[in-house]
Antibody, heavy 123, light 106 residues
C-alpha cells in the first residue's frame, strides 16, 4: 500500500524559512517522480513542484520559483521542500504526491497523495 | 499558463440522479486531463486520467470524456459517498487545476 507522510509544517513569520519532509513507503521510491501540491485554507489546489526520479530534473510553479527548492534522498525514501522568503500567500496545506509514470519518466499528474502538512505564514 | 475553468461552481443533485461536471481549458491540452475527488478533511483522490481512463478501484459510475479544450465528468447515479468537491487538472503543460465543482445534496 502506498503511504506518503508529510511533516514539518509550522507557523513561521513572513520572510522566514522552512523545510517540509515526506516519508514514502509501499512502492519503489526511486522509480518515480514526485510532486508537491498545496491548498490554501478553503481554496482549490495549486501545483507547486515536481522532481524526477533521480533528482536530476526539477520544475516549479512561477509563484514559488527562486524561493522554493525540491529535493529527494532515495536512500531514505524521502522527499523535501525547502521554502525560503515565505509570504502570507504561501499559507496552505502542503501535499506530497506520487507521479504514476513508470520507466523513470513523469506524467504530470499525481496518483497518490499524503494527508498534508499545514504551513502558516503569519507575524 | 493554461487556465482551467470548471462549471458549475456548485451542483445540487439528489441521490440516484446523474451529475455532469464540466471543465474547459484555455488552450488545447489534448487528452492530458485528470479528475480528482476531495472530501472534507481528506486528500484528493484520483478518479480519471487521460481524460477517460478510470484509476484503479474507481467505480464504473464515474466516467470522463472530451479532448482538446472541453471535458466532462459524469457520475451516472450519485451515491451518498459521492458528495464532494471535484477538480480537473491538465498536464499537457505545467500542471494546473480548475477551481473545483462542489456536488451537494439537493
Amino acid at each position: 500500500e502506498v503511504q506518503l507522510v508529510e511533516s514539518g509544517g509550522v507557523v513561521v513569520q513572513p520572510g522566514g524559512s522552512l523545510r517540509l519532509s515526506c516519508a514514502a513507503s509501499g512502492f519503489t521510491f526511486d522509480d518515480y517522480a514526485m510532486h508537491w501540491v498545496r491548498q490554501a485554507p478553503g481554496k482549490g489546489l495549486e501545483w507547486v513542484s515536481l522532481i524526477s526520479w533521480d533528482g536530476g530534473s526539477t520544475y516549479y510553479a512561477d509563484s514559488v520559483k527562486g524561493r522554493f527548492t525540491i529535493s529527494r534522498d532515495n536512500s531514505k525514501n524521502s522527499l523535501y521542500l525547502q521554502m525560503n522568503s515565505l509570504r502570507a500567500e504561501d499559507t496552505a496545506l502542503y501535499y506530497c504526491a506520487k507521479d504514476p509514470s513508470t520507466l523513470r519518466g513523469y506524467s504530470g499528474y499525481p496518483d497518490y497523495w499524503g494527508q498534508g502538512t499545514l504551513v502558516t505564514v503569519s507575524s | 499558463e493554461i487556465v482551467m475553468t470548471q462549471s458549475p461552481a456548485t451542483l445540487s443533485v439528489s441521490p440516484g440522479e446523474r451529475a455532469t461536471l464540466s471543465c474547459r481549458a484555455s488552450q488545447s491540452v489534448s487528452s492530458n486531463l485528470a479528475w480528482y475527488q476531495q472530501k472534507p478533511g481528506q486528500a484528493p483522490r484520483l478518479l480519471i486520467y487521460g481524460a477517460s481512463t478510470r484509476a484503479t478501484g474507481i467505480p464504473a459510475r464515474f466516467s470522463g470524456s472530451g479532448s482538446g479544450t472541453e471535458f466532462t465528468l459524469t457520475i451516472s447515479s450519485l451515491q451518498s459517498e459521492d458528495f464532494a468537491v471535484y477538480y480537473c487538472q491538465q498536464y499537457n503543460n505545467w500542471p494546473t487545476f480548475g477551481g473545483g465543482t462542489k456536488v451537494e445534496i439537493k
